[in-house]
């Protein structure tokens, strides 16, 4: 029987679960056909390895899992790499086999399951992972850059490249093959790592909150994968040039991957102490976010208004739910800040009746997320797989803006909608930071 030259098993030599290292390597080498290229990493070993019969020890100083990954691609020619970190399952690579002399040019993850079918880019960015021990096209890795160094644990790490992959274009399929375990590893305290951000402000010229908006995008903890979305609706060439300045050092400052700058000249004149919920304003803002988020293609996105001021551990808090396995895929998790009333938080609690539902006191707000009707988009994270998939919306009959209306129809696809009761912020233009107590 002829070897597998195409794919290349690459182990590091911390792998375990039951049996220990040694148990992985001897399930590799049982596999039929063996695999002709075997390469373990010294990365997370206690003690110098000896290079078992047909393998290739790699020993290195490396930083990370990522870079030491990275190093055992490059050691192999191979076109295909599993990467293995626990005990595989008999007929695996014979199954990864066939499925790569099948693939098509454009597949760049093969994963194991128990059908073929594709997995696209939007599900991806839904799921909490990917299976353990899926194939990888060496050239479709090489080209965004191979393993993420954002993040460290297997899992991370084959679900972030999995979404930097999908995102170039690449598409992700499953073949027929026996599963093996989820790792523990899928929560690792850098999972939310993995996900990419876009952060979108529009501003209408406030002058009294810019330094504390600049101020918070300055200091707030952020994913490695991060993009600025600025909509100017000023109408004051003073204002824009300052707050395109202040977006350029922004992006400088924090390393961000993306800056995207938009004046828009649409033209809305409130009126003095107008009331929040005029038809008018709503409909004015739901346009601006139509300008701008159809053009978004990052996992996550971030509503940030310019009035707003969360902790600097706010963003992290609120995507790291993204990465905690749930019974129901999540939409959208806001902070917490007042709704125009003072009494309540922005959100109402889910009830059959749809839309807002019943005011939440915040003498009942917990401190953990909380699963709710409707939250505004102040200080808010959406699955882009949710909103990419639906056009922003306005219907002044339900009297909600374009956010309210979001989170119902996601609700209607099955999908949750919470309140982070522990990330409490500041609206400026409405209420004062509210204690837990």
């Not at 994968?225 to 395109?244: C, K």
Request: net charge negative; glycine share 10%.
């Amino acid at each position: 029987m002829t070897t597998a030259p195409e794919i290349a098993v690459i182990v590091t030599a911390d792998a375990g679960g039951t049996g220990g290292l040694g148990a992985v390597l001897a399930a590799v080498d049982a596999q039929v056909p063996a695999p002709t290229e075997r390469i373990l990493l010294g990365f997370g070993a206690q003690a110098p390895l000896e290079a078992p019969e047909g393998w290739t020890v790699l020993a290195g100083d490396w930083p990370s899992r990522a870079q030491a990954r990275t190093a055992g691609w490059a050691a192999t020619d191979a076109r295909w790499a599993v990467f293995v970190d626990a005990v595989v399952p008999a007929g695996l690579l014979a199954a990864a086999q066939q499925a790569v002399c099948s693939a098509p040019s454009d597949v760049a993850v093969l994963s194991p399951g128990s059908e073929d079918g594709e997995r696209d880019y939007w599900a991806l960015r839904v799921a909490d992972g990917i299976e353990p021990a899926s194939v990888w096209r060496r050239a479709a890795a090489e080209l965004v850059g191979w393993w993420p160094n954002r993040c460290d644990g297997p899992a991370s790490l084959d679900h972030a490249l999995c979404l930097d992959l999908t995102a170039a274009g690449w598409r992700s399929v499953s073949f027929a093959a026996p599963l093996l375990p989820r790792s523990e590893a899928d929560a690792t305290a850098d999972a939310w790592q993995k996900r990419s951000l876009a952060i979108v402000s529009l501003h209408a010229g406030r002058e009294s909150t810019f330094s504390r908006w600049e101020e918070v995008l300055l200091n707030t903890e952020l994913p490695a994968r991060t993009s600025l979305y600025v909509v100017d609706n000023s109408r004051d060439p003073e204002f824009t040039e300052r707050l395109r300045a202040a977006s350029v050092g922004i992006q400088a400052a924090r390393g961000l991957e993306h800056l995207d700058f938009t004046v828009d000249g649409t033209v809305y004149q409130p009126s003095p102490d107008e009331w929040y919920l005029k038809r008018e304003r709503n409909l004015h803002v739901a346009r601006l976010y139509a300008s701008v988020l159809p053009r978004i293609k990052e996992d996550l996105i971030l509503t940030l208004e310019d009035d707003i001021d969360p902790p600097a551990d706010a963003v992290r808090r609120l995507v790291e739910e993204y990465s905690r396995p749930s019974g129901t895929p999540l939409a959208a998790i806001s902070a917490a800040w007042d709704r125009v009333e003072g009494r309540y938080v922005c959100g109402g609690k889910a009830g059959p009746e749809g839309g807002w539902g019943a005011p939440i006191p915040w003498e009942e707000l917990p401190d953990e997320p909380l699963d709710v009707g409707c939250v505004g988009g102040a200080c808010t994270v959406w699955a882009n797989a949710v909103v990419s998939q639906t056009p922003v919306l306005f219907d002044w009959e339900e009297t909600m803006g374009w956010d309210g209306l979001l989170c119902t129809g996601a609700r209607e696809r099955g999908f949750t909608v919470r309140i982070h009761g522990g990330v409490r912020c500041v609206h400026h233009t409405w209420g004062v930071l509210r204690g837990s107590e």
